[in-house]
């Protein structure tokens, strides 16, 4: 076992204290264990018996010793020994491998292979394992080089277990603390990626970013907007971000009503939505397009698409789609509203609100006030952007310097006669959700359009529900949420330019976000609503649960967290297991997740660990995981529950059981130890984002 312990960082006056320490080890079984120090006070009328009780009887004569010698701070140190008591911290992060010979053998040359004291040497080589690092840009902590490598950061109170990301597949073997003239605070390692002598043995330079914050659950690094936040995209080819903004502003002179008013009167504000670039490594402001917000302008989704070029069929057009909707005008006509109309108004705005974050005023003008006269109809308008290089300028550090130009704009044509609520690509073309608004016979529509001639001309078109809150596609298949009316999934046939429907889940069903989930040739469609669960649909036509057009719902799982965004990823390739696609999440309250497809074998493992779980261990507030995690909807079930979800939470405990407990349970279930931990170390290495 290696072990190193290391005293927490500012801690002051308490620094040679024994209950500031942490205390970090590597056992043989490549289990990475983490304890933190604390004091036990057992009370203070019998602290003499208990330190006679707790103490051996060489200690006893050590204390006798240094009491007769006079050595005060030697005995003091022993009492205070005799009192630190070590909690064992829970952490992500697993070194061992699917098989655990790759964790012993990564630390043996070749030369070393057919050597018979190899054992002695692999012992000697493993010391060096836990690597001490000290003042690293402000941090401390320990690096734990190996295959996976990974830092463990001394935080304030807590202590951070981070993976280290070189290159695909590339170890740590040693490392140390680099300092120069040019760097100070940079590390020096020896990567490895173990397939060639040539691939070994590279000596390479790391250093941390300053403003890179490691005293979190994940590294982050914080840059102040001085704005709100409403959507995020990444430009890949200029390596900028993209984001949609509001700032609270007073209202311009000429526009605030007229009229004398009597007393203090509140200052006058309003929300302006603007479109902003941010520089790639920096994410400072470069450039800004601010929408119209005379007419109350909102943008309600951003987007990045490749669009088919007529010019050039065989190339593709990174472009920024951005939908809006005008509600000036239905905001004035709200005024005019009777009670009832703005009591449907209200209530159904709420629910619009969560389920697509927008602003208020923007749920309240979905289309819900009687009448077909411009004062009361909303408007929307699509904007086309595209990123281009500034000539003549540098940007920081001597970089290219990119700007937004408006290349489109539906303005300039006519107003969308419905706000825009969604859009994404579709094989080149351009997919967008309209409505609904008063006169759309149907509510909501989806269209394509069609880049021609740098504008866009519209090719095909769907009737939907009342409102789409979602909008996702992958190749020819499309599916998308509606607020009420749940999933439904599409297929756009070019030949003909149509979009047909294929199945749609018949129960009403208030959608937050969908997306993908693909399993080697299975394709599944993962939804969030509005009661806090997830759900996965497939269609399968020759199952014997098939309908005529209706999904299958092949999964159900309380999640107990709103999520209102899924984001696909894509999973280490597994040749036996073909092309995977996860899905990560966010959630209103600020959590992350992932939902990530399983082999049949390793489910069925993993099933069987949980359901021993479920009565091995004691359970956060006393509720039962198989209680709490069970399907609820918001109306009555008319159909079976669909347990065939895992709680990665509850399969994470087993990793920091002690070595008993888990033996004991892996024999329970006629498995090793080590299968059961390459299965949760696939898990693990399948949804890290590093």
Known sequence: MDICIRPLPDM??????PAALCLVAITSHADLLIYK???????????????????????????????????????????????????KQVHDMMLRGLELKKWQDFFGDEPELGDPTREASLTVLRTARLIPLENVNGERGILVAGRHPAVVVFGRGFVRVHPWKLELNEGVRSAARFCSGAASNDIVCIGDKGEGRNMRGMLKICSLPRDLVLDAYWPVRIKQL???????????????????????????????????????????????????????????VI???????????????????HMKNTRNPDFLLPLIAVGTVCARACMRAGMCCTARTRAVITGLGEKLL??????????????????ESEASRSTGRVYVFELSE???????????????????????????????????QLEGYLLVAQGPNPGMIGGSKLYVYEWVEEKLVGRAFFDAHLYITTLKTIKFFIIFGDVHHSVHLLRWREDIRMLQLLARDPMQLSVYATEFIVMGNQLGIIAS?????????????????????????????????????????????????????????????GAFGCVCPLSQKAYQRLLALQTKLETAVPHVAGLNPR??????????????YSKNFLDGNLLGRYIHLDLGLQLQLASALHQSRDVLLGDLYELLVSTQIT
């Open 627 to 640: 209680t709490w995690r069970l399907f609820r909807p918001a109306l009555s079930m008319k159909r079976r």
């Open 37 to 87: 120090s604390f004091c036990y006070d057992a009370g203070a009328g019998d602290s003499n018996d208990v330190m006679e009780a707790g103490v051996g009887a060489a200690e006893r004569g050590a204390a006798a010793a240094a009491a007769a010698s006079g050595s005060k701070v030697m005995a003091e140190t022993l009492r205070a020994m005799q009192t630190v008591r070590f909690s």
């Open 529 to 589: 609503d509005e009661q806090r669960n997830i759900q996965i649909f497939i269609f399968n036509p020759n199952s014997p649960y098939y309908r005529r057009q209706q999904l299958i719902c092949q999964a159900d799982l309380h999640v107990g967290t709103h999520i209102n965004k899924f984001i696909r990823w894509r999973m280490p390739l597994r040749p036996q297991l073909g092309v995977r696609l996860a899905a990560h999440f966010v959630t209103l309250d």
């Open 12 to 17: 002051g006056e308490r620094a040679q204290d």
């Open 287 to 305: 450039d800004t397009h601010v929408f119209d917000y005379v007419n109350g302008e909102q943008a309600l989704c951003l987007q990045l698409v």
């Open 354 to 371: 969560a389920s697509t974050l927008i602003p208020r005023a923007c749920a309240h003008m979905q289309g819900f006030v009687n009448g």
């Open 390 to 424: 500034v000539v003549g300028e540098e940007g920081l550090q001597g970089r290219v310097s990119f700007k937004i130009k408006q290349i489109f704009s539906s303005a300039d044509l006519q107003d969308i006669k419905a706000p825009v609520t969604a859009l994404c």
């Open 226 to 284: 001085s704005c709100t936040v409403h959507h995020v995209c990444y430009h890949p080819p200029s390596g900028c971000h993209v984001i949609i903004s509001s700032v609270i502003d007073e209202m311009d002179e000429e526009r605030k009503p007229e009229g004398t008013f009597e007393g203090k009167v509140p200052m006058l504000v309003e929300e302006r939505y603007q479109l902003q670039l941010l520089a790639p490594y920096t994410l400072d």
